[in-house]
């Protein structure tokens, strides 16, 4: 057999094994004037048109890309002005660029840990995450959702002098959030570092919007913190920040760092924009808060599927995956983009509506969201009669 055709051969089947356990995606262009309620705008500032003219008149300054790694000719001022600012918001000594939040958890989780590491994981992590451990090498454990118990269990059974413990701030596909004290005790009870990846709290959680860590825990508590831009923030890239030690020594070894051009010059200026509202406008966090809210009343009173969640990630856990495509394009009819989450993003018999809410949002967008569930209730309700 030629080699192209073993390769062919291996995608087909690979293409139809997927197909036949009907998790094949697809990726579909959303429609004008279609209401969005998956994606992760939280602020709405993605579309605040200061944002979008500061990008353009940072293009217009610095030119369309940086044109080289940060360690070559690519660091310009925009970007150094950022971090600086990211260092303070976040109350660290120093905050570092990468170009995406997956690029940050793969450099920090190489660049820190080795064959010498325990690396302790909540289950529910995102897959950047599982990914960066695997990478570095480490010994990897993965202890029970938010449980200190099963956390503290596995580290007295391990023998490595490094342990690092890491955790979303926020889980994306739960929308709950880690208990950031208790972590900080285990892992200082272990002589371990925490690492917190906040990119669903930063901009939406805690004192001047900061995340689920910020200002309140510091360095001495959660040594490594990662946050990113696309999504609060409404632009892209993310960042760590800790004190100036972690930081020199990610940008040293941390490869996907190193070895990639940095975040193009208008993006870090649109970022110090969208920064600045943030730290000023208040109110754009007390209407998404408002709408969160809202939504959960409407919800509760349909007898929805809700999760604990209070934050802008809302899922709808309907368990089976069937029943989850199927909403989900009943919604789409009504004009209505949700996300349809199902294995193996989230554990078998666990599929759902996952439901976000923005500050663009108005009472009227989310009227015509919980009109569209109502629909997909009494749809289900008639087939079943």
Same mark, same amino acid.
């Given at each position: 057999?030629?080699?192209?055709?073993?390769?062919?051969?291996?995608?087909?089947?690979?293409?139809?094994?997927?197909?036949?356990? !009907?998790?094949?995606?697809?990726?579909?262009?959303?429609?004008?004037?279609?209401?969005?309620?998956?994606?992760?705008?939280?602020?709405?500032?993605?579309?605040?048109?200061?944002?979008?003219?500061? !990008?353009?008149?940072?293009?217009?300054?610095?030119?369309?890309?940086?044109?080289?790694?940060?360690?070559?000719?690519?660091?310009?001022?925009?970007? #150094? %002005?950022?971090?600086?600012?990211?260092?303070?918001?976040?109350?660290?000594?120093?905050? &570092?660029?990468?170009?995406?939040?997956?690029?940050?958890?793969?450099?920090?989780?190489?660049?820190?840990?080795?064959?010498?590491?325990?690396?302790?994981?909540?289950?529910?992590?995102?897959?950047?995450?599982?990914?960066?451990?695997?990478?570095? $090498? +480490? @010994?990897?454990?993965?202890?029970?959702?938010?449980?200190?118990?099963?956390?503290? @269990?596995?580290?007295?059974?391990?023998?490595?002098?490094?342990?690092?413990?890491?955790?979303?701030?926020?889980?994306?596909?739960?929308?709950?959030?880690?208990?950031?004290?208790?972590?900080? !005790?285990?892992?200082?009870?272990?002589? +371990?570092?925490?690492?917190?990846?906040?990119?669903?709290?930063?901009?939406?959680?805690?004192?001047?919007?900061?995340?689920?860590?910020?200002?309140?825990?510091?360095?001495?508590?959660?040594?490594?913190?990662? $946050?990113?831009?696309?999504?609060?923030? $409404?632009?892209?890239?993310?960042?760590?920040?800790?004190? +100036?030690?972690?930081?020199?020594?990610?940008?040293?070894?941390?490869?996907?760092?190193?070895?990639?051009?940095?975040?193009?010059?208008?993006?870090?200026?649109?970022?110090?924009? %969208?920064?600045?509202?943030?730290?000023?406008?208040?109110?754009?966090?007390?209407?998404?808060?408002?709408?969160?809210?809202?939504?959960?009343?409407?919800?509760?009173?349909?007898?929805?599927?809700?999760?604990?969640?209070?934050?802008?990630?809302?899922?709808?856990?309907? $368990?089976?995956?069937?029943?989850?495509?199927?909403?989900?394009?009943?919604?789409?009819?009504?004009?209505?983009?949700?996300?349809?989450?199902?294995?193996?993003?989230?554990?078998?018999? #666990?599929?759902?509506?996952?439901?976000? &809410?923005?500050?663009?949002?108005?009472?009227?967008?989310?009227?015509?969201?919980?009109?569209?569930?109502?629909?997909? !209730?009494?749809?289900? %309700?008639?087939?079943?009669?």
């Amino acid at each position: 057999m030629p080699v192209s055709d073993a390769w062919h051969q291996r995608l087909a089947q690979a293409r139809l094994s997927r197909q036949q356990t !009907q998790r094949w995606r697809t990726r579909g262009v959303v429609a004008a004037g279609t209401l969005d309620f998956a994606g992760n705008d939280y602020l709405g500032l993605a579309q605040d048109p200061r944002v979008s003219e500061a !990008q353009a008149e940072g293009a217009r300054r610095f030119g369309s890309g940086a044109g080289a790694s940060h360690l070559v000719s690519g660091h310009l001022e925009i970007h #150094e %002005a950022l971090e600086n600012a990211l260092a303070r918001w976040t109350g660290r000594q120093r905050a &570092l660029l990468f170009s995406t939040g997956y690029m940050a958890n793969l450099g920090v989780l190489q660049a820190l840990a080795n064959a010498d590491t325990a690396i302790f994981q909540d289950r529910l992590n995102h897959a950047s995450l599982l990914d960066g451990a695997t990478l570095s $090498g +480490a @010994r990897s454990r993965r202890f029970h959702h938010r449980d200190a118990n099963d956390l503290n @269990r596995l580290m007295d059974r391990s023998q490595c002098s490094h342990k690092l413990v890491v955790s979303d701030g926020v889980f994306s596909m739960d929308g709950d959030g880690a208990d950031i004290a208790t972590l900080a !005790q285990v892992s200082q009870r272990h002589r +371990a570092w925490l690492m917190i990846d906040d990119a669903h709290g930063i901009g939406v959680l805690g004192d001047n919007g900061s995340g689920c860590v910020g200002t309140r825990w510091g360095s001495a508590d959660v040594p490594v913190l990662v $946050g990113t831009l696309g999504k609060a923030l $409404g632009t892209a890239g993310a960042f760590v920040a800790g004190d +100036a030690a972690l930081i020199e020594h990610i940008t040293q070894f941390a490869r996907s760092y190193v070895y990639t051009t940095a975040q193009p010059p208008s993006i870090a200026a649109a970022t110090l924009k %969208a920064l600045e509202i943030v730290q000023g406008e208040p109110e754009h966090r007390d209407h998404l808060n408002a709408n969160i809210a809202y939504f959960r009343r409407g919800a509760l009173q349909l007898g929805l599927p809700l999760s604990t969640s209070t934050t802008p990630i809302q899922p709808l856990l309907l $368990g089976s995956e069937d029943r989850t495509l199927g909403w989900a394009a009943t919604l789409a009819k009504h004009g209505l983009q949700v996300g349809a989450i199902r294995p193996p993003t989230v554990p078998n018999g #666990e599929a759902r509506l996952r439901i976000t &809410l923005s500050a663009r949002h108005g009472r009227r967008d989310i009227d015509r969201l919980l009109e569209g569930l109502n629909a997909c !209730q009494r749809a289900e %309700a008639t087939c079943h009669a």
